[in-house]
């Protein structure tokens, strides 16, 4: 959901020239400027080295809930999975900025109680000490798909089914809590092109960044 929202984003922004959308479906996307790799490997990069140059951000959108996910299985596709793309990325593009969507109440000190917060911080982590140019944590907390973007998480589907129309509401007064999916995009874009003060980013920082954006 998160991804097709910053897809729409990096598409319709003057300043980004090419974009390169990698994941295991097609996007449905038709854009002068997208270029799309669809495979089923998202572990291993060696065969697509060449397409993977000469990029100035990644904007790292996967993931899936640990909904009923026991520790190895949820850490395989997100610490394993979000390292394998990093690790290939960063001696290609060492000038690259690398943005990662995390979680709010993600635990940096990989010790705490919650199993997936600690393997959220344990990727955190990881991606921080690679020799990127710069990367930034995005830890969004509640989301509001704006332009009909959609989870592939059945659980999250009926959530926004139910409770959608509140967020709207609670955006305005609770923007520490809540954030956008077009709000997430321009905030990426925005520290793509010019940084940010901190590497963490909680919704109230995204937030404010995509209205710096926006000006």
């Known amino acids: 959901m998160v991804g097709q929202g910053v897809l729409r984003e990096c598409l319709i922004d003057p300043d980004a020239e090419f974009v390169l959308s990698i994941g295991r479906t097609a996007t449905g996307k038709q854009h002068a400027k997208l270029r799309e790799i669809v495979r089923k490997d998202m572990f291993n990069y060696a065969d697509i080295e060449n397409d993977l140059r000469g990029y100035d951000a990644c904007f790292f959108c996967l993931g899936v809930s640990s909904s009923g996910m026991k520790e190895a299985d949820y850490r395989r596709l997100t610490y394993d999975l979000t390292l394998a793309a990093a690790q290939a990325l960063a001696p290609l593009n060492p000038q690259m900025t690398f943005i990662y ?65 509140m967020i709207p509401i609670l955006l305005p007064i609770f923007p520490k809590y809540v954030t956008t999916t077009d709000r997430i995009g321009r905030a990426m874009l925005e520290v793509a092109k010019h940084g940010a003060p901190q590497k963490f980013l909680e919704s109230q920082d995204i937030n404010d960044l995509a209205l710096k954006y926006s000006e």
């Open 101 to 165: 969507v995390s979680g709010a109440g993600t635990d940096s000190t990989e010790k705490g109680g919650s199993m997936w917060a600690r393997v959220k911080g344990a990727t955190e982590n990881a991606l921080l000490r690679l020799p990127f140019k710069a990367a930034y944590m995005f830890r969004p907390g509640a989301i509001q798909p704006t332009h009909g973007e959609v989870s592939k998480t059945r659980v999250y589907r009926m959530l926004y089914v139910a409770t959608g129309w």
